[in-house]
């Protein structure tokens, strides 16, 4: 039978098997919030080089970083450190928000500013989630141009990045989860996957890519990414600051609180999906990879902090299944829904999600089972004959067969709760009518206290591990046999 082409499925994967068409950014745009040496690769050589030659690159570049150590393989020292730091992003995400903080000091919000600020806070965060991240890098929904141009345009005042660039990322995560590859790789550490990523220059020998080839034919895609530069700055800078210059006289209060202040805010909030959401919570639907459910980072995110859900499940429109979790992005989703904005909510069947559920559930079961004791197992025990077994019991005290299988009870002679005298009664011989409810119907316990005095089985006795079944089996045939001569006797 003819096996798949690995080479050939990774191409279609990364969407180099085919033409895809060519986005350029105006200025440094298309770069913001990104990381040139990993992407700039799919955003132009995509576009005419073939699958082959791309490969050939790749090639090349994994040989020349085997034979020199990047940058960020080096250790950090006062003469290289400055060459560490992706110096863009640096200023974006961090010296922008500080400057902004610093001069808060001087330019006190007005609770209307405060208003508007929480109220943009809302539109750019829910953009993200339901709009960059569910709709453009999951497919999770479909929506009509007008709620598309509203996640474009407040998306982008997030200033997380073009549509093209976020999601393209974020596919390589997903594809690539937990490994070198994986833009956030939780496994780097809590500060690593929240910022560091950014701010820290990436090992191209480790780039990778995701078929996009759906983004860049989405036109409100290519246009946002052409002119993500100026729609960050109008929609992210100057549209609170005229806003609130229009409203409340407070040009300078929108700027800095509702703009850059805010904008902080929702890439922090952004952040905690790949860190906080990897680190704290539980793993109801798989523990391979490292993404987690917990309330406070649904809190904190609209609602995406039900990641181990996500990661396992990632084309459905919720995060949160049950009703009284936190996603007011499944929420939002839901209600344009209704309005007849968005369509096609896609929800993996509840069989699906109760399989991933249960066989978690019994993984865990199957740990905590490999750390106790029952007893050897009876392929590994010796098989005895009659004649063996009443050869070995004239030798030693304590042999009582039970449901096929010999146990030696000396040990237990003192701490049975019946008594010495009733275990010594048992002493070579046969037991297990006895045991099992011929003078005691025993516990579940009793049973699994049994399993760890087993030395041997039986000849053609029938053994199985279950004694505990056995009793009730033979429990349940008494009760009929009593009943049905009752029955006769009447």
Excluded at 256 to 272: E, L, M, N, W
Excluded at 345 to 371: C, H, P, V, Y
């Amino acid at each position: 039978m003819e096996s798949v082409d690995i080479t050939e499925a990774n191409a279609v994967a990364a969407g180099t098997n085919k033409q895809t068409k060519r986005i350029v950014a105006s200025g440094i745009g298309g770069r913001l919030m990104g990381t040139k040496a990993m992407t700039k690769v799919t955003a132009e050589e995509l576009a005419r080089d073939s699958v082959a030659e791309v490969l050939k690159k790749d090639k090349e570049l994994r040989e020349k970083y085997e034979r020199e150590k990047h940058i960020s393989e080096q250790e950090w020292t006062w003469e290289n450190w400055h060459k560490h730091i992706n110096w863009l992003n640096f200023i974006l995400v961090l010296f922008f928000p500080a400057l902004a903080i610093f001069s808060s000091y001087w330019v006190r919000p007005s609770w209307n500013t405060a208003g508007l600020a929480l109220f943009l806070y809302c539109l750019s965060g829910l953009s993200i989630t339901a709009g960059y991240h569910r709709l453009w890098s999951h497919r999770a929904y479909d929506c009509n141009d007008g709620l598309k141009i509203f996640y474009a345009l407040f998306g982008a005042a997030a200033i997380e990045g073009s549509i093209k660039w976020w999601s393209h990322s974020h596919r390589i995560h997903h594809r690539y989860t937990d490994t070198h590859r994986d833009p956030y790789d939780a496994r780097k550490g809590f500060w690593y996957s929240h910022m560091g990523w950014m701010l820290l220059v990436p090992n191209p020998k480790y780039k990778a890519r995701a078929d996009i080839s759906d983004l860049v034919d989405d036109w409100i895609v290519r246009v946002q990414h052409r002119h993500y530069l100026s729609i960050m700055l109008v929609m992210g800078l100057l549209l609170p600051a005229v806003l609130a210059h229009y409203l409340f006289n407070d040009f300078w209060g929108g700027l800095i609180y509702a703009g850059i202040i805010k904008s902080f805010v929702v890439q922090q909030a952004t952040f905690c999906v790949n860190s906080l959401a990897h680190w704290i919570g539980e793993q109801p639907f798989d523990d391979k990879r490292t993404p987690r459910d917990h309330v406070l980072t649904a809190l904190v995110t609209f609602g995406e902090g039900y990641h181990n859900f996500h990661h396992e499940f990632p084309s459905d429109y919720r995060n949160a299944l049950k009703w009284y979790q936190y996603d007011p992005t499944k929420v939002f989703i839901w209600i344009f829904s209704k309005l007849g904005m968005a369509y096609n909510l896609k929800k993996f069947s509840q069989n699906a999600i109760d399989q991933g559920i249960l066989q978690q559930k019994q993984k865990k079961l199957d740990e905590m089972r490999s750390k106790l004791n029952w007893g050897p197992q009876l392929c590994d025990l010796p098989i005895w004959d009659k004649e063996k077994f009443n050869e070995e019991a004239s030798k030693r005290k304590g042999l009582i067969i039970i449901s096929g299988i010999v146990h030696d009870c000396s040990t237990f002679i003192t701490e049975h709760p019946g008594g010495q005298a009733l275990v010594r009664t048992s002493f070579g011989k046969d037991a297990t009518v006895a045991f099992n409810g011929g003078v005691y119907a025993h516990s579940n316990a009793a049973h699994n206290l049994l399993a760890t005095l087993r030395v041997a089985v039986i000849q053609d006795s029938g053994a199985t591990t279950n004694t505990y079944g056995r009793q009730l089996e033979y429990l349940a045939k008494s009760e009929l046999e009593k009943a049905e001569k009752k029955t006769k006797a009447n």
